[in-house]
């Protein structure tokens, strides 16, 4: 059965009545009958989402076609289902013969990301209140924590691009110390706290889920890349990105501006450090996840969706700075590294055994969530989902 255009009410009991779903029953995110009285003029609504007909138990979450393709050729995708909102060059949802996986992209960027998921997230159709997210597409790795190919499950995913710029030309003779033109909002200096702060800047991900991704993901083996890449690699002098592609546990970094070399790399770095007092190491960049991390975290507080049940996945397509023997420009333009197909490759690779798992244990283990939910801190800097942030300052002005 294949959905083309907006799905129509009488569609929709079509396909409840041919396919055999077992419809959610009706939580307690289902919508208030009664509209409470108030006196403060501060109308709150309730969103539910009773007529819900899919509940997938995992969804994939790509950006762009690269990354989607490889599962839509590894999985029985077999429903194709278009919901408005969706990016234009992606609308449709792709899902398994029973529903039970399903894949949506984004489109690239962080604007794409976050429109993207909020449509999917409050579309009706969907109930996502059980389901894990997995966020998987392909990043620029740090050598000294990863290598072409190798696949990174973050912990912490930290946005660097709310930040003031200036030209070198511009503060190099007033300000030499600095260490790049890059200042946080509200600060004075490179490496300064933000002294106000939009709410996105870091999230925290639910570490014993991710951990488990890591422990199933590291019995695969995966695809170490071509001849090419092997080659370029040893033009490194760090282990981690002359070795085999590997699964590891470290960071993301989310701008929509590409950035290379020596000078940005370092500066990112500590200031990932900064952000989550010392406790984010910074291995992958990309654009999008931050953006998609806020969507989940608000969609969360409102009973939509469990921000517990997220996990973030970057495999490695090229290296975020270039080895010793090349400048940057050079490197950034005109480099020869073999390609992305080994990152790609292993978006399925490494992506599949936790999928698998959900699904074969779903009631014995994921379901209820118990086993693998979080003990340290979930969501935002602004502690949206309750709790104490680890990361941050005492105080901040909220932009």
Not at 39 to 50: D, E, H, L, R, V
Not at 132 to 143: S, T
Not at 148 to 154: H, K, M, Q, R, Y
Not at 227 to 241: D, I, S, V, W
Request: glycine share 8%.
């Amino acid at each position: 059965m294949k959905f083309s255009a907006s799905i129509s009410l009488a569609s929709i009991i079509a396909t409840a009545i041919s396919t055999p779903i077992l419809k959610r029953e009706i939580n307690s995110t289902a919508l208030e009958e009664d509209v409470l009285d108030t006196s403060n003029n501060n109308i709150q609504t309730a969103y539910g989402k009773p007529f819900a007909v899919y509940q997938p138990k995992a969804f994939i979450v790509s950006m762009f076609e690269l990354e989607r393709d490889p599962w839509l050729k590894a999985m029985d995708f077999v429903h194709n289902i278009t919901i408005p909102g969706l990016s234009p060059v992606y609308p449709t949802i792709h899902c398994t013969t029973n529903y039970t996986i399903c894949q949506v992209t984004t489109g690239e960027g962080e604007i794409n990301a976050a429109s993207s998921v909020t449509a999917l997230t409050l579309n009706p159709l969907f109930d996502l209140t059980k389901t894990y997210f997995l966020i998987a597409g392909i990043a620029g790795g740090e050598p000294e924590y990863t290598t072409l190919g190798g696949v990174t499950f973050a912990k912490y995913a930290v946005q660097v691009g709310l930040e003031y710029q200036l030209a070198y030309e511009d503060y190099h003779e007033t300000n030499s110390n600095w260490t790049s033109g890059y200042v946080p909002y509200g600060a004075t200096s490179p490496l300064e706290y933000p002294g106000n702060v939009y709410g996105t800047e870091v999230f925290e991900i639910n570490e014993k889920l991710r951990d488990r991704a890591v422990a199933l993901a590291s019995n695969v083996t995966l695809n170490n890349g071509n001849t090419l890449n092997k080659k370029f690699r040893k033009l490194y002098n760090e282990t981690a990105a002359r070795g085999d592609a590997k699964v590891v546990k470290c960071d993301v970094l989310t701008s929509d501006n590409y950035f290379t070399g020596k000078v940005l790399n370092d500066y990112f770095g500590n200031l990932t450090k900064l952000l989550t007092n010392g406790s984010a190491t910074y291995c992958s960049t990309a654009q999008e996840d931050n953006a998609t991390l806020e969507v989940l975290t608000r969609l969360d507080k409102y009973g939509l969706l469990d921000f517990e049940r997220v996990m973030v996945m970057r495999t490695i397509s090229d290296f975020s700075r270039p080895p010793a023997s090349m400048s940057a420009y050079e490197y950034f333009f005109n480099r020869t590294d073999g390609g992305i197909e080994a990152s790609l490759d292993n978006l399925v690779i490494a992506g599949t055994p936790i999928l698998h798992d959900i699904i074969h244990n779903w009631e014995t283990v994921y379901e209820k969530g118990h086993r693998y939910a979080a003990e340290n801190y979930q969501g935002d800097i602004y502690g949206t989902l309750g709790g104490t942030p680890d990361f941050g300052k005492s105080s901040f002005e909220v932009a």
